[in-house]
T-cell receptor, first 113, second 113 residues
């Protein structure tokens, strides 16, 4: 019963590098989300998806891209990493029957130096 | 712009005391108000939630009080325990539109034995 799994847990990037944060869930949830958490700022929604093949922007989408080819996976792509993208990233999912109850992964701590 | 404002930023309470965290919102379309609890190194987890048709909801030692006219809601933790030490986030969403959650900035609670 894994729930939402994120990899990697930690990563250090140099400015201008690219990487993909992986997220997979085994609860057959239609809805998936990417949040970033910065100290004193709470969680901000980056992108979300309501099902395979459908994605949409959240509050802070600039500098990120997503894709949703399967129900289980929702990777987040950082292109041309910048110091402002240093943050803790959380993936979450929810059921269409109770969309407001989010299940979160344990996070990816990313530093861009 | 912070859609949900949360205070205090940090809170220290003695074991057995009452912890109170407050949140306020402006968007009258919000109709779901959850509280999430986050332990260090973990993702947030849903603790308790309320809809605006009731003024209070209690689950064990945790109570949400909701004031629709003032657009405020609060979390009360009775008989606070050291195991309650965590960061607490209030949030709000609207069932119309994208129905995404907007989080407060978080309150770091420390319960002293």
């Amino acid at each position: 019963n894994a729930g939402v799994t994120q990899t990697p847990k930690f990563r250090i990037l140099k400015i201008g590098q690219s990487m993909t944060l992986q997220c997979t869930q085994d609860m057959n949830h239609n809805y998936m989300y990417w949040y970033r958490q910065d100290p004193g700022m709470g969680l901000k929604l980056i992108y979300y998806s309501v099902g395979a093949g459908i994605t949409d922007k959240g509050e802070v989408p600039n500098g990120y891209n997503v894709s949703r080819s399967t129900t289980e996976d929702f990777p987040l792509r950082l292109e041309l990493a910048a110091p402002s993208q240093t943050s803790v990233y959380f993936c979450a999912s929810s059921s269409p029957f109770r969309r407001e109850k989010l299940f979160f992964g344990s996070g990816t701590q990313l530093s861009v130096l | 712009q912070q859609q949900v404002k949360q205070s205090p930023q940090s809170l220290i309470v003695q074991k057995g005391g009452i912890s109170i965290i407050n949140c306020a919102y402006e968007n009258t379309a919000f109709d779901y108000f959850p509280w999430y609890q986050q332990f260090p190194g973990k993702g947030p987890a849903l603790l308790i939630a309320i809809r605006p048709d009731v003024s209070e909801k209690k689950e064990g030692r945790f109570t949400i009080s909701f004031n629709k006219s003032a657009k405020q809601f609060s979390l009360h933790i009775m008989d606070s325990q050291p195991g309650d030490s965590a960061t607490y986030f209030c949030a709000a969403s609207s069932q119309t539109g994208a129905n995404n959650l907007f989080f407060g900035t978080g309150t770091r609670l420390t319960v002293i034995p």
